[in-house]
């Protein structure tokens, strides 16, 4: 359960901020095994987006790290392979560029807390670790709130998503579906607009 596909036993960490680097939303109660869509699909602030989009609420919209979430009309991903020069691909890059808050926080957090690198977690039980984390989420938006200055944040490596043999794709209905690629297609039509008027 705690043995990712690194090799090493690991949490899966989802981590949610917003443009400030404050952190939104934490939930790390799977083990470094599960699918990122697996713990998205389990999440309390998926269900909280979905019953909003169902209320009639469409502003509230989340991006996905990757393709290898699940498009909702409430999470959107990337296109898979984009052909260089089209707005799908000009779509991935400003979802790309959008997505690096949540790597510049995760650089913060870790910068600020060393305790959650890597090479010191292993000395705790991932119930322990659990509450380090999510302590050391609190106490960022606490320095976040302060204006307490950043300290030199840790490069986070880019995560690869390795195919869709070991994935578990979440079932989205095909109407949720449709309805969250004509979303996707609406923003990608507006952004390419804008590149094309400048």
Request: proline share 5%; with cysteine; charged share 25%.
């Amino acid at each position: 359960m705690f043995l990712n596909r690194k090799g090493y036993h690991s949490l899966n960490v989802m981590v949610m901020c917003d443009h400030l680097a404050r952190i939104m939303a934490i939930n790390g109660r799977y083990g470094g095994a599960a699918h990122d869509s697996f713990v998205w699909s389990h999440s309390a602030i998926r269900r909280r987006l979905e019953m909003e989009y169902r209320n009639g609420d469409v502003c509230s919209l989340l991006l996905g790290r990757d393709s290898g979430y699940p498009l909702e009309p409430w999470l959107l991903t990337p296109y898979r392979c984009a052909a260089e020069g089209t707005p799908e691909a000009y779509f991935n890059s400003v979802h790309s560029s959008a997505r690096s808050c949540n790597e510049r926080c995760l650089g913060q957090l870790k910068g600020r807390f060393r305790i959650l690198l890597l090479e010191r977690k292993s000395r705790y039980s991932p119930e322990k670790l659990l509450k380090i984390v999510n302590v050391c989420s609190a106490l960022h938006n606490v320095c976040k709130f302060y204006n307490v200055e950043d300290v030199e944040p840790v490069p986070i490596p880019p995560q690869v998503n390795i195919g869709h043999e070991n994935v578990e794709q979440q079932e989205v209905n095909n109407i949720l579906r449709q309805q969250a690629s004509r979303i996707r297609d609406q923003i990608k039509g507006s952004l390419w607009s804008q590149r094309n008027s400048r």
